[in-house]
């Protein structure tokens, strides 16, 4: 079964093709962020217009990359919650304009599950149940998959997203937006342990707070700049990214024990961390956990993960009439 994979809930525009949920035949991916750097973020106005504008090429190319035509698709899945408004609405309404036309299923995939099915095209093995962590620029959960189209959020941030978190601390350190992956480049050549940063305590033990590290992190970046000093920016980042991903784990492997997983995934544009993949990688070791990790390719939003999930939602018959709406926030 081939399904069409929309994404466009922020900024990137975003078409594939995938076949059964596992094999992708094309995943084109326009990405805005030279654009909204000028800005120091995504401005969702200037996002809608974009993706406007890309949209039906992002289509043609991928349907040409996959060699098929729109008769050979089966179901058109796209992104409809959560994520920009004006953003979800044009992937929305472009799919709802090719299911109207042809009659192929229009079905409706949310952002976070798509994220999480990326791990299905990277790892034919994999099947739920598992235990995941999706941490995005919006978004830090622990979730249960319970099954393809089943899911428990476990925890969740009070506040601040990881990735978001990531990208505040960055440009506080000078990097431009989204800083993210910039201070993961810059952490490689750092100490981790040259800065310590504080653990924030909750009363809910699953739960995330990101706002006090990046206070922590800007407070100490504006304190040496007023006495003119220059703080080791490499050890910085170090310290920063190793405190973030010690918390992600942290949590994520409290949760497993807690709950009997021992099959542990990573989904979002964090996942793409290399101190957060390098930490899993080795505490799941030892612990004897099956890991599994999307490609770099598939952790930032991209419409293969999106074809991948509309499958398993076509097969729980999970369709949509053309009265679907968009939603900006929406639980899993
Ligand atoms: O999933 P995603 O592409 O978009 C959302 O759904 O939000 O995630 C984007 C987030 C940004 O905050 C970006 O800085 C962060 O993921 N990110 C990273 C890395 N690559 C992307 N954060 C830390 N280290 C990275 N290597
Ligand atoms: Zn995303």
Redesign the pocket.
């Known amino acids: 079964m081939l399904v069409l994979g929309i994404e466009s809930?922020?900024d990137?525009t975003a078409c594939a093709v995938v076949e059964d949920g596992r094999i992708v035949h094309a995943n084109i991916v326009a990405s805005q962020i030279e654009e909204h750097r000028l800005y120091g973020g995504v401005v969702p106005e200037i996002a809608s217009r974009r993706h406007a504008e890309a949209i039906s090429q992002i289509y043609e190319q991928a349907l040409s990359e996959a060699g098929a035509g729109l008769g050979d698709i089966d179901a058109i899945g796209v992104t409809y919650a959560p994520g920009l408004i004006g953003c979800l609405l044009v992937g929305l309404n472009f799919a709802k304009g090719l299911s109207y036309a042809s009659g192929i299923p229009l079905v409706p995939v949310h952002?976070l599950r798509g994220?999480i099915a990326a791990n299905y095209i990277a790892h034919p093995d994999l099947k739920p149940p598992f235990l995941c962590l999706v941490a995005?620029?919006?978004?830090s959960h622990i979730i249960e998959a319970l099954d393809y189209t089943s899911f428990r959020v476990v925890g969740r941030t009070r506040d601040d997203?990881?990735?978001?978190a990531?990208?505040k601390a960055a440009r506080t350190m000078g990097f431009s937006y989204?800083?993210?992956?910039q201070?993961?480049r810059a952490a490689q050549s750092g100490d981790p342990t040259a800065f310590a940063f504080p653990t924030p305590r909750l009363d809910t033990p699953y739960d995330f707070s990101f706002s006090g590290l990046k206070t922590a992190v800007i407070n100490l970046v504006h304190n040496a700049t007023q006495k003119g000093q220059q703080l080791p920016v490499e050890d910085l980042c170090a310290s920063f990214q190793n405190k973030v991903a010690t918390i992600l784990c942290d949590k994520l492997l409290l949760a497993a024990r807690d709950l009997g997983y021992r099959t542990i995934a990573v989904a979002?544009?964090?996942s793409?961390?290399?101190g957060l993949r390098g930490q899993l990688e080795r505490r799941c070791g030892e612990l004897g956990y099956a890991l599994y990790l999307p490609p770099l390719a598939l952790?930032?939003?991209n419409g293969a993960m999106i074809g991948a999930q509309g499958y398993y939602e076509y097969c729980a018959g999970n369709t949509a009439s053309l009265a679907q709406n968009a939603c900006a926030s929406l639980p899993i």
């Open positions: 809930s922020c990137e952002h994220h995005s620029g919006g978004h997203a990881a990735g978001e990531f990208d989204p800083g993210g992956v201070l993961d979002g544009g964090v793409a961390n290399s952790c930032g939003d």
